[in-house]
């Protein structure tokens, strides 16, 4: 029998996958990491992408992830995804509407659209697509 | 017949008032369910980054970060949750009861405080006392999203890192039934893990990809993140919750208010009837 490893696959709204994998195969910031159990301990930040578990020799998930952390230890997998769309600037901009908010209290917030949101919207449509063309290919 | 008028019109408009709070409780029900679902749903998250951040804490790391260091407290940041309208029974004065007294006790050990509150009840009522408010956020509705309380966080995070506050807690009411709330308070800064995992004992550290720092600050960020969120949808569950049960009881109020007007109105109606019965035969004998 091979080896497996128990995976995770939370995002802040819900439970995504969870079982045992043989492999899985990830997004990770430094590039695509294959990990199989007994993996040393390990922390990443994932990037857009599509998340692979292999079940048995024949079946595996994908799962699109729009980043995220990968945690491993030696029997454990646990994958962190992230679902909002998140960049610093965003979050500059939220600190700033909070401080305004709280001096002047007042509810009024402009919808502003800048250029780092677009660009991560972007990139996760790619990365959408891209999954989705995989899986296309595989099916056909 | 113009006997008990002004009780007839109290019965009607304690009516109407049984009418609002009844339809408040029916509603309050449903939204308790999508709130409850939504706090379930948050919950596999929270637990999962949890039990990495236990996983942290018995590493060995080269790299220290901050937020994981206790230091000397001079002053601490609070974030209070609370709800953004009343009429959810002591709901939200409990919290502050129970804030207040965490205050109180940091003022006797000559500790500073600065307040961010989330809902309008909590900024109405810390905005009058004499506290420091560093940030608010108010009407996020039933379905909040991360990104709306993101501000406030990094407001107080920013504020850990250049050493302005050396604790963060985070004060919201925690969902034990329907029947009950309780108000918690939690530090979430600097981390500290309770129960210690024994397979991980030994000496070993995590392979960080790109480096330490920049996982860590991402880890640890989304840790305090998911732990505010998550008291925030659990307030939210809270707050449905009381308010069903309060308005449970003013309806029950109402129906018992009405029942001993009425029997006050049939009364004086009796009475009434009975004079003027009187009054015609005292008159007919007359004749």
């Known amino acids: 029998m091979t080896m497996t490893v128990h995976v995770d696959i939370v995002s802040a709204e819900k439970e995504i996958f969870s079982g045992l994998a043989e492999m899985i195969f990830a997004p990770a910031e430094m590039g695509e990491l294959g990990i199989s159990p007994r993996h040393a301990p390990l922390i990443t930040k994932l990037n857009p992408g599509e998340v692979r578990v292999k079940v048995s020799e024949s079946e595996s998930y994908p799962f699109y992830i729009s980043g995220g952390l990968l945690e491993v230890q030696p029997h454990l997998v646990t994958i962190l995804a992230d679902t909002a769309v998140r960049a610093a600037d965003i979050d500059e901009a939220a600190v700033l509407e909070a401080k305004v908010k709280a001096e002047e209290a007042l509810s009024d917030s402009s919808g502003k659209i800048d250029y780092a949101t677009a660009q991560s919207q972007l990139q996760q449509a790619v990365m959408q697509l891209r999954t989705l063309d995989r899986l296309r290919k595989r099916g056909g | 017949m113009a006997v008990g008028k002004e009780i007839r019109t109290k019965i009607a408009s304690i009516k109407n008032t049984q009418k609002i709070t009844r339809a408040m409780e029916m509603v309050a029900a449903s939204k308790m369910r999508k709130t409850k679902d939504r706090m379930q749903a948050t919950r596999p998250y929270s637990v999962k ?91 996020l509705g039933d379905a909040p999203h991360l990104h709306d309380i993101v501000g406030i966080i990094k407001i107080m995070l920013d504020a850990y890192e250049v050493g302005t506050i050396d604790q963060l807690y985070v004060v919201s009411n925690e969902f034990v039934n329907t029947m009950t709330q309780r108000p918690t308070i939690e530090q979430l800064l600097p981390v500290v893990a309770h129960e210690l995992d024994e397979n991980l004992s030994g000496h070993w550290d995590y392979i960080y990809e790109p480096d330490a720092k920049e996982v860590l600050d991402h880890l640890l960020t989304r ?26 009881s003013a309806s029950d ?15 004086a109606r009796q009475a009434a009837i009975t004079q003027e019965i009187s009054e015609i035969v005292a008159g007919a004998a007359a004749v």
């Open chain 2, 253 to 267: 109020n109402a129906g018992n208010l009405i029942g001993e007007l009425q029997l006050i109105y049939n009364k």
């Open chain 2, 49 to 139: 980054i949890g039990q990495i951040i236990k996983h942290l804490a018995q590493a060995n790391p080269e790299y220290k970060h901050t937020f994981l260091v206790p230091r000397e407290v001079k002053r601490v940041g609070v974030i209070v949750v609370s709800s953004d309208r009343g009429l959810c029974g002591g709901l939200n004065s409990n919290l502050f009861r129970k804030t207040l007294a965490e205050l109180m006790q940091w003022e006797n050990t000559n500790v500073e405080v600065d307040i961010c509150t989330i809902g309008s009840k909590a900024f109405g009522f810390f905005g009058n006392l004499k506290v420091n408010l560093v940030g608010q956020v108010s009407k």
């Open chain 2, 223 to 248: 840790f305090i993140e998911s732990k505010v969120y998550q008291g925030l949808v659990e307030n939210n569950a809270c707050e449905q919750a009381a308010r069903m049960v309060a308005m449970k």
